[in-house]
């Protein structure tokens, strides 16, 4: 006869597989398509003066488009793929520009913005895939 506590860890768990809370590549990248068409993004032109308006309004935003480049802050790509291997998995299918092997962030210096913070830089195009 087993003792209850041995038939408890016998036990299989009900819940489901990890795999399957896992997104395809393509999921992510539908679901980044979707959150880049509903935040707000400060289109930017280089080297222009900016208002105090201005510049309240880019400490606000999710990020800029500079030159046709979409720069994404850290904390809301973050908060859209809170799981590193869905950033991973963005990543590995070219979503980013970088210039480094160890980050997909860049550093860039946006007016009105203090100091030079990192970015997750979007390539042009990149999301076109997906109508």
Do not use: H
């Not at 222009?48 to 488009?65: I, L, M, W």
């Not at 160890?102 to 946006?110: F, G, H, S, W």
Request: hydrophobic share 30%.
């Amino acid at each position: 006869m087993l003792s209850p506590s041995f038939e408890c860890v016998a036990k299989p768990e009900t819940g489901k597989p990890p795999e399957l809370d896992q997104n395809t590549p393509e999921d992510l990248l539908k679901t980044l398509k979707e959150k880049l068409g509903q935040c707000k993004l400060c289109a930017i032109t280089p080297r222009t003066k900016v208002s105090d308006d201005e510049v309240a309004s880019r400490k606000r935003a999710d990020g800029f488009v500079i030159d046709d480049v979409t720069y994404l802050k850290q904390d809301r790509l973050k908060a859209w793929f809170p799981n590193k291997s869905a950033r991973r998995s963005l990543r590995q299918n070219g979503i980013f520009l970088t210039n480094r092997s160890d980050t997909p962030t860049v550093e860039k210096k946006v007016t009105g913005i203090q100091g030079k913070p990192r970015y997750y830089a979007i390539k042009p195009n990149a999301l076109d895939v997906f109508g």
